[in-house]
């Protein structure tokens, strides 16, 4: 069987080089023997040798059509078959925040060259909380705790493959393994824990008179114009009374979301509603007395947190109160 064998450049050389062929088996043109069976599952390899010709690209390969010197896809050369690694675009939460102890779903956007998804591994880890599933999407439940409040979540694929040989595996075939990784974030709050936190700190601040109003305010975000009312209704309470913090009380009542199902999950403004009892003295009249309401606090979520947002005192219902909160 007579076969042609061309050299192509893949860049035309500025001076046609001198080339010197190898046919690997002693003698050109290149003997084999044996059936036409065997002989179709040879493989031949006629190395080229080029003098004076730098900085470009030359191949051999049987050419059933003769050769060509243009330009040309290259042709195929024995070697090993490699895979692109797969590329995880991003790690979709859905939500970047989550309430202690809730699930949140994550799925991974993968970019693969080549590879079934499904033949892939995924290995899913947490600095906190645990995983169900496996593959590219899973389920992560967040610790019961919200400290830290950030938790970072990673994902590793792995591809394995079995190369076709070549190169400097000898011809032999080979276990290949490409990795990558993505990483997310996810914020964790406890969202009740949170509101009545900053509710009965702000309580506690404003009825210790021998702290600043600007101290007093100092969890209101700055985003809210209550800030500033609030800051200058404590100016005034300093001003006119004196509150007595051994005999005022103050009890949780309620926390209501701005959710359908008035959950915080996903709320982003709740209403924290105290019975709230002052014990104040004038300092116009040096009366004392008590002065009985509702005070309600709004927040806002910002920046993963629960910030105040204003501070009103609703006295009972049919009454009126001078008592500036």
């Known amino acids: 069987m007579n076969v042609n064998v ?12 001198t080339l010197s062929w190898d046919s690997g088996f002693g003698k050109w043109p290149p003997v084999r023997h044996g059936s036409p069976a065997e002989l179709e599952a040879m493989r031949y ?27 040309a896809a290259a042709p195929s050369i024995p070697g090993a ?15 970047n925040r989550a309430e202690v102890a809730t699930e949140i779903a994550l799925s ?27 593959g590219p999407s899973v389920r992560w439940r967040a610790p019961v705790t919200a400290t830290p409040p950030a938790h970072e979540i990673s994902l590793t694929v792995v591809e394995r493959y079995t190369s076709s040989g070549g190169g400097s ?31 009965f700190t702000f309580i506690d601040d404003f009825i210790h008179t021998e702290r600043t109003p600007a101290y007093a305010v100092r969890n ?23 509150i ?9 009542r309620s926390i209501t979301y701005n959710t359908p199902a008035n959950v915080p999950t996903q709320a982003t403004f709740a209403t924290v509603r105290l019975n709230c009892h002052f014990v104040s ?39 009126t109160s001078s008592f500036i909160f």
Do not use: M
């Not at 061309?6 to 080089?17: I, N, V």
């Not at 059933?64 to 330009?71: A, I, K, V, Y």
């Not at 913090?245 to 103050?250: I, K, V, Y």
């Not at 300092?283 to 920046?303: K, M, Q, S």
């Open 81 to 95: 078959t490699t895979n692109k690694p797969p590329v995880v675009q991003s790690i979709v939460t859905g939500t």
């Open 45 to 71: 390899h006629f190395p080229v040798r080029a003098s004076r010709l730098s900085g470009f690209f030359l191949a051999a390969a049987l050419c059933s059509s003769g050769c060509r010197d243009e330009h």
């Open 244 to 252: 007595d913090p051994t005999a005022s009380s103050f009890t949780l």
């Open 108 to 134: 991974a956007v993968l970019l693969d060259q080549g590879t079934n998804p499904s033949s892939l591994e995924y290995g899913w880890s947490a600095t906190g909380g645990t995983f169900s599933g496996t």
């Open 220 to 242: 209101f975000s700055d985003n809210c114009r209550g800030k500033a009312d609030e800051l200058g209704d404590v100016v005034r309470n300093r001003a006119e009374f004196v």
């Open 169 to 199: 595996g000898g011809g032999r075939p080979q276990q290949i393994e490409n990795r990558t990784s993505a990483i997310a974030h996810v914020y964790v709050n406890n969202s009740p824990a949170e509101l009545g936190g900053l509710a």
């Open 6 to 17: 061309c050299a192509q450049y893949f860049q035309r050389p500025r001076d046609p080089p």
């Open 281 to 319: 003295t004038s300092r116009v009249t040096g009366i004392t007395g008590p002065a009985d309401g509702i005070c309600r606090l709004t927040n806002v979520y910002e920046h993963f947190r629960w910030r105040l947002c204003e501070s009103l005192f609703d006295p009972p219902a049919g009454t």
